[in-house]
């Protein structure tokens, strides 16, 4: 790996749109790193190399950081939903990411609940509100697996998906409330399960979750959450259990702004 792909594992895609009077949107996309024929990294979310301000001494980074220091995260007082498109899915899927939210339902306390299956596709322009698709509330997480350079999501021909999360509230005082993961869905060499970190979607499906929930990466090869997927078993490191305590439960409630229409500019293009 030369000194640009390392620099471009460690990139941060991060694009703010305002909507209403000073109700800011955050969108924050993570994509693989390709690499030859196929991707050796998975993610180009913040490592505590370049996103200092995220970064913790208890092994974990975050994608950013409020006004008072605490990591962006969901409101530990409602349940976080997630939604499953029924296009295109690998062999195993429903069962890797019912596995991926039960191991960060005990990871964080958070009460995670996958809602089922829906025909939406994702977007790089996805709304966080869509009354007429998911009522009157904050859209649920999509996961979804789609071809690369669909819909102008950031996700390149090698790459093992891309990792959206979505924050509002004004500067300083941002929550998560909606999101995307995004899977290659050409990525035939990935297997289901959690056999090995390597060539396993079951590991990918939990990183891509984790980036979700607030985490970026770090530069440790026995977390999860290391920029590169590497060989070994599928299980939570120190630091990557310490980082989903600090985004958590433990947090307590947020005050989350009402669902309301946003306007969401593209991502730029991968």
Do not use: K
Not at 54 to 62: T, Y
Not at 84 to 105: H, K, M
Not at 153 to 164: E, F, H, K, Q, W
Not at 184 to 210: F, K
């Amino acid at each position: 790996m030369d000194a640009a792909d390392r620099a471009s594992a460690t990139l941060r895609r991060r694009l703010r749109v305002l909507a209403a009077a000073m109700f800011a949107v955050t969108v924050l996309a993570a994509s693989a790193v390709a690499l030859g024929t196929l991707a050796t990294g998975w993610d180009r979310s913040p490592s505590p190399a370049t996103a200092t301000t995220g970064a913790s001494s208890e092994g974990f980074s975050v994608w950013e950081r409020n006004r008072d220091g605490t990591p962006v995260r969901w409101d530990a007082c409602s349940p976080i939903e997630f939604v499953v498109s029924t296009t295109s899915l690998p062999d195993g899927a429903e069962q890797d990411v019912e596995d991926a939210i039960e191991t960060l339902r005990a990871a964080t306390g958070l009460d995670l609940v996958v809602r089922g299956s829906t025909d939406e596709r994702p977007s790089g322009t996805r709304l966080p509100y869509q009354p007429e698709h998911h009522g009157e509330r904050w859209a649920p997480v999509l996961i979804a697996w789609a071809v690369p350079g669909a819909d102008g999501v950031p996700l390149g021909d090698t790459d093992r998906g891309v990792a959206i999360p979505l924050a509002v509230g004004p500067a300083g005082e941002r929550v998560y409330v909606s999101g995307q993961v995004v899977l290659n869905a050409e990525r035939h060499d990935l297997r289901p399960g959690r056999g090995d970190r390597a060539d396993s979607w079951g590991a990918t499906v939990l990183h891509e979750l984790i980036h979700v929930l607030g985490l970026g990466h770090v530069d440790d090869p026995d977390e999860l959450m290391y920029v590169h997927p590497g060989e070994g078993p599928v299980e939570l490191g120190t630091g990557d259990r310490a980082g989903l305590r600090a985004v958590g439960a433990d947090g307590g409630c947020l005050d989350v702004p009402p669902p309301r229409p946003v306007q969401v500019a593209e991502l730029p293009e991968r």
